[in-house]
């Protein structure tokens, strides 16, 4: 015989403080959501189209049938030796990107120090410096990274002496400073705060315990 189970159920604000942690551990399992990280790659691309960075891309079917590119950017986190961000990319002379990074991030001195130093590079090669980076490997951290260095020269003269390693140094130093932005943005989302706006947003209702309920 089927009979009628009555349920008391509670908002989030509603709970005690043991239920509410249980709560945000169920919603801390569903977050955050597939391509979180698609905002920190926006910002990372415009950067890099600053800095005289084109990020390769590579086609992904979509289950539409079409295409679309992803850009060539991985990383795996956060917490274990070997983390790390990298990319692959092309890079070239762009004209004022010192300036230009300071008006796009004013606070961020990592980026001035890299738009800062490619540009000088630039300078003691004429601004014909142009550099490859490819990853290696099945790690993804900035030292997967391999850079190849060039200088375009109607004379065939070759980069200067500190070019390879000025440059690499620049592309892994972004690298790393994809990594925070990207560990910076997790932390946010998998935060108390932001745990327990997604909940009460979604207007879920728990047991008395803290268990989901409708």
Same mark, same amino acid.
């Given at each position: 015989m089927p009979e009628t189970i009555c349920t008391t159920v509670y908002q989030f604000p509603e709970l005690s403080d043991a239920a509410k942690a249980k709560a945000r551990s169920w919603y801390r399992d569903l977050a955050p959501h597939d391509d979180w990280w698609g905002a920190v790659y926006e910002d990372f691309e415009r950067i890099c189209e600053i800095l005289g960075i084109r990020v390769k891309t590579t086609p992904v079917r979509l289950m539409s049938g079409g295409m679309r590119h992803k850009p060539c950017v991985w990383f795996s986190g956060f917490w274990s030796q070997g983390d790390g961000a990298c990319f692959e990319g092309y890079l070239g002379h762009s004209k004022g990107? #010192?300036?230009?990074?300071?008006?796009?991030? *004013?606070?961020?001195?990592? =980026?001035?120090?890299?738009?800062?130093? =490619?540009? #000088?590079?630039?300078?003691?090669?004429?601004?014909? =410096?142009? #550099?490859? #980076?490819?990853?290696?490997?099945?790690?993804?951290?900035?030292?997967?990274?391999?850079?190849?260095?060039?200088?375009?020269? *109607?004379?065939?003269? *070759? *980069?200067?002496?500190?070019?390879?390693?000025?440059?690499?140094?620049? =592309?892994r130093d972004l690298a790393r400073w994809l990594y925070r932005q990207l560990q910076a943005e997790y932390e946010h989302l998998t935060s108390d705060e932001a745990i327990e706006e997604g909940i009460i947003v979604n207007a879920y209702t728990f047991t008395e315990e803290g268990r989901r309920f409708g």
């Amino acid at each position: 015989m089927p009979e009628t189970i009555c349920t008391t159920v509670y908002q989030f604000p509603e709970l005690s403080d043991a239920a509410k942690a249980k709560a945000r551990s169920w919603y801390r399992d569903l977050a955050p959501h597939d391509d979180w990280w698609g905002a920190v790659y926006e910002d990372f691309e415009r950067i890099c189209e600053i800095l005289g960075i084109r990020v390769k891309t590579t086609p992904v079917r979509l289950m539409s049938g079409g295409m679309r590119h992803k850009p060539c950017v991985w990383f795996s986190g956060f917490w274990s030796q070997g983390d790390g961000a990298c990319f692959e990319g092309y890079l070239g002379h762009s004209k004022g990107a #010192a300036a230009r990074i300071r008006g796009y991030a *004013p606070m961020d001195a990592t =980026l001035h120090g890299i738009a800062d130093r =490619l540009q #000088a590079i630039q300078r003691r090669n004429f601004y014909r =410096l142009a #550099a490859e #980076a490819s990853h290696r490997g099945r790690y993804y951290h900035e030292h997967t990274m391999s850079v190849d260095v060039t200088r375009d020269s *109607p004379s065939s003269q *070759p *980069p200067t002496e500190d070019a390879e390693e000025i440059v690499t140094e620049a =592309l892994r130093d972004l690298a790393r400073w994809l990594y925070r932005q990207l560990q910076a943005e997790y932390e946010h989302l998998t935060s108390d705060e932001a745990i327990e706006e997604g909940i009460i947003v979604n207007a879920y209702t728990f047991t008395e315990e803290g268990r989901r309920f409708g």
